[in-house]
């Protein structure tokens, strides 16, 4: 087994103009495709290129045909989490694009299926979100969905024991900073489209503010158990 190490987790969600109507906070979360761009440019050319990590959540269109196309461009790979009951849905991918997102070089988890918190389910509730999600995936995928991210980055005990339980090996949260590689749990960072480039360099740099800092310790604690 490989020696473990600290990598830092990127996460986008929508990428040029929403082809659907976005719930609410969801607009904070698109960002234009010329400074997606440039934050994938800012990626290629850092020091640390190679401890970072691209995700995207939520399964919207823009996927494959922006985000994709511009990962391969410049010699990138990334893990798309699908929710699976928007597939074949206005400004969402449908199987077929999530089979052509793999055959670009790209990897597949679930996001659940109806973009829940997951840990205000009930077990009966948690168990169809997990389970339903990763048997409608591998079916279109073809090979087994290891992974998933956390809706809304809340979640509890519970909700990491019922991931363990249906079968995931990494599970993706919200919670900032570095993940280190070998964990169940691996905290990633949202991009919004406020960020200036300070903010972008600062968490690219892997620089947390003191605040944030704390509140992801709490959470982390979490941590001891898996």
């Known amino acids: 087994m490989g020696e473990a190490m600290k990598r830092r987790i ?4 929508g990428i040029g103009e929403p082809e659907r ?8 979360y698109w960002i234009g495709l010329d400074r997606f761009c440039e934050i994938l440019d800012r990626v290629c050319c850092h020091v640390n290129r190679a401890k ?30 699908v929710l699976t009951g928007r597939l074949d ?16 070089g790209m990897r597949i988890g679930t996001h659940g299926i109806d973009h829940r918190d997951w840990s205000g389910l009930s077990e009966r509730e948690l168990e169809w979100e997990l389970g339903r999600s990763k048997r409608q995936l591998e079916e279109i995928c073809g090979h087994s969905v290891l992974s998933a991210s956390i809706p809304f980055g809340r979640y509890n005990r519970s909700t990491l024991a019922k991931l363990r339980a249906c079968g995931y090996q990494t599970v993706y949260s919200s919670d900032g900073g570095d993940a280190t590689t070998g964990r169940f749990l691996q905290a990633r960072t949202s991009i919004r489209n406020s960020m200036t480039d300070a903010m972008v360099d600062h968490i690219l740099n892997g620089h947390l503010p003191a605040m944030r800092r704390l509140r992801r310790a709490a959470r982390l604690t979490l941590r001891a158990w898996v």
Request: negative net charge; glycine residues 6%.
């Open 10 to 13: 990127l996460t986008f969600h």
């Open 21 to 28: 109507i976005l719930d609410c906070g969801e607009a904070d």
């Open 52 to 81: 970072f990590l691209i995700t995207f959540d939520d399964g919207n269109l823009s996927d494959l045909r922006l985000a994709a196309p511009e990962l391969c461009r410049r010699g990138l790979d990334a893990e798309f989490f």
């Open 89 to 104: 849905k206005t400004g969402s991918l449908d199987p077929d694009a999530v089979r052509r997102l793999l055959e670009m």
